[in-house]
C-alpha cells in the first residue's frame, strides 16, 4: 500500500491571489517588485523569401519574450523570503507578467551557422540581436468564465485517516494537484505515474484518488507530524486550458518506484518554475483553487 504523509506548508499565492484571503489567515502580502533591468538574446535564420526587416523583426520578438521571461524570473526571487529554512505562506502575493518599458539594442549582426550533422551544403545565415531592456512587472488579474472548484470528504482528520479530492472545472481543463504541508516539502499528486493524462471535462467530477488508484494500492493518508497536536494543511489545485508541464525535474526518489514526485522545501526553484509556467498563459486560461484541512490525534 502506497501512504502519503503530509508534512509541509506550500507558497502561498502559487498564483494570483493572496494565499492568506483564501484559507483566512492575515498573512503579509509581499510589496510589488519594482522595474529590473536584463540583457536577453535572439535569434531567427533566413528563410526562403524573407526580407532583412522580417529576420530583424523575428528575432527582436524573441529577444523581448526572453527579456519577459528573465525578469518574472527576478520578480519572484524578489518577493522570495525563506524562514527558518523553510519556504513560507508569504512568499508570492500573485503571479507576474512584465511589460518592456524602454529597450536598448546593443548587439546586430549576421551569422552563417554551419549544423555538424551537415557536413556539405551551404551554411545557414542567422541574425543574432541583443536587448538591454528595463522590464515593469504587471499583476495578472483572475476572469470570469473559467472556475475550479474542489472539496475534501473531511475538514478535520484524525492521524493517519484516508482523504478523497473531489474536483470539478466549468471549462475543459488540464489539472495539477500538489499537497501543502507544514515542514517545507511539497508533493505533486497529479499527474502521477499512474495518471499522466490529467485532462478533465467541462462539469465532469473527478475523484482523486479513484476506484481504479485505490484499488492498486494507491491511498492518501494524512499523517500528524511528530510532537505535533495539530497540523493545518492544504490541498492545492492548478487547472489550465492548455496541456502545460507546470513542474520540472523535482527533487525526489526513483520515479520508477514512486507514484508521486516530491520536492523538498530547502529551494524555492519548483515554486519559481510554476510561477514562470502560469506567467506565460493568459490570465483567462488558468484558475486556482485551496483545500484547507486539520489533522488532530
Excluded: C
Excluded at 19 to 35: D, H, Q
Excluded at 201 to 226: I, Y
Amino acid at each position: 500500500m502506497v501512504l502519503l504523509s503530509h508534512r509541509a506548508f506550500f507558497v502561498t499565492a502559487l498564483l494570483g491571489v493572496v494565499f492568506g484571503m483564501l484559507v483566512g489567515n492575515n498573512t503579509a502580502s509581499a510589496e510589488p517588485p519594482a522595474s529590473v533591468t536584463v540583457v536577453a538574446e535572439g535569434v531567427a535564420p533566413f528563410l526562403k523569401d524573407m526580407s532583412l526587416d522580417e529576420v530583424r523583426g523575428r528575432a527582436r520578438d524573441e529577444a523581448r519574450r526572453n527579456a519577459i521571461e528573465q525578469a518574472v524570473g527576478v520578480f519572484v526571487r524578489s518577493a522570495s523570503v525563506l524562514h527558518n529554512s523553510q519556504i513560507t505562506d508569504e512568499l508570492i502575493s500573485s503571479v507576474s507578467r512584465g511589460v518592456i518599458e524602454q529597450e536598448q539594442w546593443t548587439a546586430e549582426e549576421i551569422q552563417e551557422v554551419k549544423e555538424e550533422k551537415k557536413r556539405s551544403g551551404p551554411a545557414m545565415a542567422m541574425y543574432r540581436t541583443t536587448v538591454k531592456a528595463q522590464v515593469r512587472p504587471v499583476r495578472v488579474e483572475r476572469r470570469a468564465g473559467f472556475d475550479v472548484r474542489g472539496g475534501l470528504n473531511k475538514t478535520v482528520f484524525q492521524d493517519n485517516e484516508e482523504a478523497l479530492i473531489k474536483i470539478r472545472s466549468t471549462q475543459p481543463a488540464y489539472l495539477h494537484v500538489f499537497s501543502v504541508t507544514q515542514d517545507g516539502g511539497v508533493t505533486l499528486l497529479l499527474p502521477n505515474k499512474f495518471v499522466e493524462r490529467n485532462q478533465i471535462a467541462p462539469d465532469q467530477e473527478v475523484m482523486f484518488p479513484n476506484d481504479t488508484l485505490r484499488a492498486l494500492g494507491v491511498r492518501l493518508r494524512v499523517s500528524l507530524p511528530k510532537g505535533a497536536k495539530k497540523a493545518q494543511e492544504y490541498i492545492k489545485i492548478i487547472a489550465t486550458r492548455k496541456p502545460i508541464s507546470l513542474v520540472g525535474s523535482l527533487v525526489g526518489t526513483d520515479a520508477s518506484k514512486d507514484v508521486f514526485k516530491t520536492y523538498t522545501g530547502g529551494e524555492n526553484g519548483m515554486i519559481q518554475d510554476v510561477i514562470k509556467r502560469l506567467a506565460q498563459l493568459e490570465d483567462e486560461d488558468w484558475n486556482e483553487t485551496t483545500l484547507p484541512y486539520e489533522v488532530r490525534p
